[in-house]
């Protein structure tokens, strides 16, 4: 039974892949490449899991790109949250990682790839971590509560 869930894993990111990758052939090169503000505000992504900046684009992008783009957003910021997060065995294949290069080969000027923007940087981590704690308890108030 284990190979048939691991086929049917691999069978679902293959599909996942050619998915993505028509979603990202169709909106080619649509982000934003210039840097438009000297010091633009970081958001939190819920449904990525990611930080992501205002000038970047995402907020503003076809919903069908953004939905796409939430694999490769989330890898970024892991690889900002953890160091040497790139070089873990169970990343070097990941569906993260897969969408994130591939995402740079469709956007390969988009300035969400900057090198300050996808490199392990120890404020922002800390910062991020921070982040994601507050979303996780607000998630889960939000899910817990018996008004809902």
Known sequence: MPILKSMGKI????????LTRRVFKKFKNSLPTKFVS?????DYHVLADA???N?????????????????ALNYRTNLIVEENFNFKKENLNSPGKRTFELAKKYFPNWIGFDKNRCEFNPQLS???KRIRKVSEWKIEKLTNSEEV
């Open 38 to 42: 000297k010091n633009p505000k970081m």
């Open 51 to 53: 930080v992501v900046w």
């Open 55 to 71: 000038d970047e684009g995402i907020e503003t992008c076809h919903p069908e790109l953004e939905n796409a783009l939430r694999y």
């Open 11 to 18: 069978i679902e990111w293959n599909v996942q892949e050619l």
């Open 126 to 128: 800390e910062r991020i």
